[in-house]
Nanobody, 122 residues
Framework: QVQLVESGGGLVQAGGSLRLSCAAS????????MGWFRQSPGKEREFVAA????????YYPASVKGRFTISRDNAKNTVYLQMNSLKPEDTAVYYC???????????????WGQGIQVTVSS
């Protein structure tokens, strides 16, 4: 498994932007698909974005498509989530995840970061 550490969260006003980063340990980062999920109080963890091993394909749910962009730098063992036009409903703890396969449910993914809070004020 790979160790993951998120950074870049915080408080932002509606309409603003944040960029989350996720640093991975180990020399096998490029062999993993990477993803982001989020979880609000009382809700299940939901899929936000995913990217293939070489960064050639990305996936988003309708709720964030066009506003969020996932990218990765395999030389830096880091995956990013650029979040634009943020809305109060984007408020959640955001989790970075790594896995062999991409899926929109948590059971597809193998390793998880500790999570980072993103709060969007109205």
């Amino acid at each position: 498994q790979v160790q993951l550490v998120e950074s870049g969260g915080g408080l932002v006003q509606a309409g603003g932007s944040l960029r989350l980063s996720c640093a991975a340990s180990g020399r096998t980062f490029s062999t993993y698909a990477m993803g982001w999920f989020r979880q609000s109080p009382g809700k299940e963890r939901e899929f936000v974005a995913a990217i293939t091993r070489n960064g050639g394909s990305t996936y988003y749910p309708a709720s964030v498509k066009g506003r969020f962009t996932i990218s990765r730098d395999n030389a830096k063992n880091t995956v990013y989530l650029q979040m634009n036009s943020l809305k109060p409903e984007d408020t959640a703890v955001y989790y970075c995840t790594a896995g062999v396969n991409i899926g929109t449910t948590i059971d597809y993914w193998d390793s998880w970061g500790q999570g980072i809070q993103v709060t969007v004020s109205s």
